[in-house]
């Protein structure tokens, strides 16, 4: 009987091991997909925040000089607001592409796959959880 029990404790040592192994590489792809994100996130916020800008400035060079002051002020804050939001938005989708194209969902944490999900995804998890 004694032989028996330290096999079963060998063998749940053994799956324990497993488990941590399998937690800390998903700690780890987690860790570098959102590292990796982040920078992309910050690049193409910047690119839409400075063809917003631009924009922003074609667009007040053709109104008359007494309009440009007030006009110029108002559009360098929607730009620079609807840079980041644009930004995020495309971040997230871009996001959402490369998980399911590379397929993903069995390397990421939980949390970082609920940063990316939909609201229809959102709304079947729950669904799901609540009929539990």
Do not use: C, W
């Not at 925040?49 to 804050?77: G, H, R, W």
Request: net charge positive.
């Amino acid at each position: 009987m004694n032989g028996e029990m330290d096999e079963l404790d060998e063998k749940e040592r053994q799956k324990r091991k497993n488990d941590q192994i399998e937690f800390r590489n998903r700690q780890k792809t987690s860790n570098l997909f959102l590292f990796l994100g982040t920078v992309f996130e910050i690049v193409i916020s910047m690119a839409f925040v400075l063809l917003y800008f631009i924009i922003a400035v074609v667009i007040t060079s053709k109104l008359p000089e007494s309009a440009q002051q007030v006009t110029y002020n108002i559009l360098m804050i929607l730009a620079f607001l609807g840079g980041l939001v644009s930004g995020f938005f495309v971040y997230r989708f871009l996001g959402r592409l490369v998980i399911k194209k590379l397929k993903l969902e069995d390397k990421l944490r939980e949390d970082v796959l609920n940063q990316f999900k939909t609201h229809k995804e959102f709304k079947a998890d729950y669904e799901k959880k609540k009929n539990r």
